[in-house]
Each structure stands twice: as structure tokens, then as C-alpha cells.
């Protein structure tokens, strides 16, 4: 059985490769987050990605189909119900979602308002699904009046808290989100509370800074990422990664300043250090920056700064290591809406002594990761796996 010491998995937030067949449900048949961005931008030119097969998985103008990929490639769809954040890294991981996270398309019931009041001290503004950045140009004047929180929600089950750094103190916005989740885990079930921090002077003015910071329901079931830890090797998490599994499961978490390029080089300095086990990256800003803002064009600069990187990622990986480029869920900046899209996400592998030009194809599950990583790092052969493929 092939063993390796390490393996590094980075999640291209949001860069679904095309709708699953069960999207008719979430209203979102026609998305392709690759794709798309591609036909609205005219062409999505990512040549290292491309080596590695990401043209073999859906059309993508620029990046075309490769018959002698230099890994492997397939694609993976969801089988947990829903397409948010928490499920889709929690399925990556191995843990498959029993049932999907509410969502609150009303806002959020009045008694957990009333009680998120009277804890925090500081009345509620907004409760409802609301745009990220223009929630704070609507609310945003009359929250620094009022001294209130702004609390809004999406198609996503997060409960976001907004509020003006210098009006109010990051760590008692902090402590009200650990106070929100406490609520809603007793009253109202989501997956995560968000503290979205923001500066300036006015409508117009208002920009969410990079103090964000994610409070997560506990994985219900252990991750292949405690699997690691408790072997005694490392889980080092780059980017939001540990919020996302409440640090469970992580020996060294590495946050980021809500960059992806920040995030990158914080991946390339842990490739270049002598751990063993697990580096596993969140680049967020395709996501949060790009997808939710509709916006194809800076959608498709930072996918092309992503693939620029690549290669030297690619240098910086020992002998015996993986690379794994995959997703958690779509979010097509070109679709109706500005909420997740329900895709296949991209399973692409590369390591200097894997076989090249595999074809995985289309993977049940995104757990079938945390299978080939367990059976790669620990020698636990599980369903799902691809390690032989690869060797």
C-alpha cells in the first residue's frame, strides 16, 4: 500500500465546473461557474490548470481539453443536501450531512431576536436575506446612530452580524457572535455566525474590512482531519479552514487577511517547512469578493492569478506529496441571484510521482478526498478512494 508524509488540499472557494442533476431543486440548472465566467468574459485563460486537466471536466473558452494531462482529473458532486460553505468542507473532509442546515428566507424568528437582544444588549436592525455590501449601505448610517447590530442572513443558513468598528469594539462584535451561535444552536440551527466588521463615514462609503471572522457548529462526526491529528501529525489550516471545522481536528491555524494571494503565500511557506500530514487552504476572495458580487471579470483575475501561482506550488511539493485543487460548491457570477450554485466541484491531483493523465471521472461524493487522503497519509483503505488510481 503506497503511504505518503503529507498531502496539501486548497479549495478554490465557489469554483463549481457545472450544475448537478438534482440543481432543478435549488434553482439552478445552467450554472457553471467555470464555464460561464468564460462565455461572459469571452476567454478564462488558465494554462497551468489546464495541464492538469480542468478543460476535460466542462467547457471553458481559453482553457481548452488536454489529452496528456500532466495528473489526474474527474469531478465530484455533492451528495449532501444543500450548497454552503460548512456542508461542502465537511463532505470534502468525510463527513457527509445527515440532513441540510435551515435556511431563514423570512429572517429569523422574533424569540431569537429578543434573546440575541437582551444578551448582547444592543437592539437589531435589518433581519433579513440581504446583499453583504449593500445591507451596509441601507442599514449602515442608522446602525452608527443607533449603536445597534445589523443582522441579516442569505440562501446560505449563516446568521451574519454587522457593525462599525469604530463604533463598536471588534472583540464585543466577536463576543456577540459567539453569544448568536449559542442562540441558535438552542432555537434556530445554522451552520455558522459571521462577524462582517465594516468601516466608513457613509452610504457609499462603507467597506467590510478583513477582520471577519467565522464561528462553526462542530463537525457532527470526526473529519479526516482529526483522523490526522490523532496519528500525531499536522493539520496545518490556511485561510478560513479552522473556523469552518470549529478547530477541530487542527494543530496549526494559519488565517489570512481575506486575500487570496495572502492565502497563497501562506500555503507556499508551509509547503517549504517539514511538516507531516496536512495542509489544507481556503482561498476565499472567488467567493466572497467575486461569485456573491456577480462580478464575472474579477471572478475570472483572480482564477488567472490563482493558476499563476501554480507552478511554483507545484516546484515547492517533496518528492512523495499530493496536491489536491478542488471546491466546495459553485457560485456563478453570471447566474440569476448572488447565492451559491449547486455543482460538480473539480477533483484535479498532481504529485511529481503520481501517473499522469488519470482519468477519475465523476465522482458520488466529495468524501471520496477524505478517502484517498486517509488511505495516502494513514494506510486506511476506505470506499471511495482514489489512491490507486494514482500509483
Not at 190 to 200: C, E, F, H, L, T
Request: aromatic share 8%; glycine share 10%.
Amino acid at each position: 500500500m503506497k503511504k505518503i508524509e503529507r498531502a496539501t488540499v486548497i479549495v478554490l472557494d465557489s469554483a463549481g465546473v457545472g450544475y448537478l442533476p438534482d440543481a432543478d431543486k435549488y434553482g439552478d440548472v445552467g450554472s457553471n461557474t467555470f464555464g460561464n465566467i468564460a462565455k461572459e468574459c469571452g476567454t478564462l485563460e488558465l494554462p497551468n490548470m489546464g495541464k492538469l486537466g480542468l478543460g476535460n471536466l466542462t467547457e471553458i473558452a481559453g482553457t481548452p481539453a488536454t489529452e496528456d494531462a500532466d495528473g489526474a482529473y474527474g469531478r465530484a458532486a455533492e451528495k449532501a443536501q444543500g450548497k454552503d460553505t460548512t456542508t461542502g468542507h465537511w463532505e470534502i473532509a468525510g463527513v457527509i450531512g445527515d440532513k441540510p442546515f435551515p435556511t431563514y428566507p423570512e429572517g429569523f424568528p422574533a424569540e431569537v431576536l429578543a434573546e440575541f437582544e437582551r444578551r448582547t444588549g444592543r437592539k437589531v436592525l435589518c433581519n433579513k436575506p440581504y446583499s453583504g455590501t449593500a445591507v451596509l449601505d441601507d442599514y449602515g448610517e442608522e446602525q452608527i446612530e443607533k449603536g445597534a447590530w445589523i443582522v441579516y442572513t442569505s440562501a446560505d443558513p449563516v446568521f451574519q452580524v454587522a457593525a462599525h468598528e469604530e463604533h463598536i469594539p471588534l472583540e464585543e462584535l466577536y463576543n456577540a457572535c459567539k453569544i448568536a451561535l449559542e442562540i441558535c444552536g438552542e432555537m434556530s440551527p445554522v451552520a455558522r455566525v459571521i462577524a462582517r466588521p465594516y468601516i466608513g463615514s457613509g452610504k457609499g462609503d462603507f467597506t467590510r474590512t478583513a477582520n471577519r471572522h467565522d464561528y462553526s457548529v462542530v463537525p457532527p462526526r470526526a473529519t479526516v482531519l482529526d483522523k490526522i491529528k490523532d496519528a500525531g501529525l499536522d493539520v496545518v489550516a490556511v485561510g478560513k479552514t479552522s473556523d469552518i471545522f470549529a478547530g477541530q481536528g487542527v494543530t496549526d491555524s494559519r488565517g489570512t487577511n481575506q486575500d487570496n494571494k495572502d492565502g497563497i503565500l501562506k500555503t507556499l511557506a508551509a509547503l517549504k517547512e517539514d511538516s507531516k500530514g496536512l495542509i489544507f487552504t481556503n482561498l476565499v476572495d472567488f467567493d466572497m469578493k467575486y461569485g456573491h458580487r456577480r462580478n464575472a471579470a474579477g471572478y475570472k483575475a483572480a482564477l488567472e492569478e490563482f493558476d499563476s501561482y501554480l507552478p511554483e506550488i507545484m516546484e515547492n511539493l517533496k518528492e512523495d506529496e499530493i496536491l489536491i485543487l478542488t471546491a466546495d460548491h459553485g457560485c456563478d457570477p453570471t447566474y440569476e441571484g448572488t447565492d451559491h450554485t449547486r455543482e460538480y466541484v473539480p477533483i484535479l491531483v498532481y504529485g511529481k510521482n503520481i501517473k499522469r493523465n488519470i482519468d477519475l471521472g465523476t465522482r458520488t461524493t466529495f468524501a471520496d478526498i477524505a478517502a484517498t487522503l486517509e488511505e495516502l497519509i494513514l494506510g486506511n483503505e476506505g470506499e471511495g478512494s482514489f489512491a490507486k488510481d494514482l500509483y
